[in-house]
């Protein structure tokens, strides 16, 4: 039986790495387009992270995976008509910007190496992989029009929560739209400003450890929807920090050091808040699995 096994492993192996080659080759273009991009765009840099996280992950599940390996013939057929649909929308590629376009030559890719690993290891192997093999759809480029309004969103999120917190330290500032005047200073709470790419990184974060250490479900959820206001709090915080002592002690703040290589600080804050949360959430779960232990021994009566 393990024999047998160890066998169609191999093959689904063999099969699987056939089958993201050929996909390789076909969108390799994107690829490197997305993965040169991830060195210079902040929109696309979290992306560096996300094939080498996912291929831990799934080596971490392996021993659980292979358990019950067998061919999905109809995931097989899907394949084709990934193909076959992928054919087709390449004639409207030229009427979407390039990033857009690029979001959906990276959303076939990635469709396409999840249904050749339920092809080549079945259903059974992917519902222990689901994690890690959607987690891959993290490497598509966030579409223009998602990208704008979150960028929009965090922009005014962090201009209403800084203009509070400078209003709470008694510090004098009036607001216009996303610019802060200040006792000779105007700060504007740019799109740059937004924390984008530190806010992309924490939600991957987020989803990572909520994978490892916490059961699926609601706190799960919960790990993921806090990531936003931690993430907005964190920008907030920076901005704050940075007007003040461009007002009180030097202007130069504004564009010295801890403005161009602060952020790991504030980040570090971020991730401390996030692991807490994480805790507190493992904390209150294993309350619970305890608290239904016993109620389950109460219930149990000698006969």
Known sequence: MTRLRNSRVARGNVCFALLVLISSVIFWRSLVVVFAAAFYNDQYSHILLIPPVSMALLYSERPKMFRNVEYCFPAGLFLLLLVMAFAWVTRFLPFLSQNDALSLRMAFFVSWVVMAFVFCFGIAAFRVAIFPLLFLLLMVPIPDFVLEWTVWLLQKSSTDMTY????????PVLRKDFVL????????????????????????????????????????????????PIAVAKNSLRIFTLST???????????????????????????????????WLKKSENNASNQINITQAHDIRPL
């Open 181 to 228: 005047s200040l006792p000779g200073i105007d700060i504007e709470v740019a799109k740059e400003c937004s924390g984008i790419r530190s806010s992309l990184i924490l939600f991957i974060v987020s989803l990572v450890l909520g994978h490892l250490f916490l059961q699926p479900g609601w706190r799960q959820v919960l790990l993921g929807l806090l990531v936003f």
């Open 164 to 171: 509070l917190l400078l209003k709470a330290a008694n510090v």
């Open 245 to 279: 002592l461009a007002v009180y002690v030097d202007p130069t703040f504004l564009y010295g050091n801890l403005h161009l290589h602060g952020g790991i600080v504030f980040f570090s804050v971020a991730l401390g808040v996030v692991i807490l949360v994480v805790w």
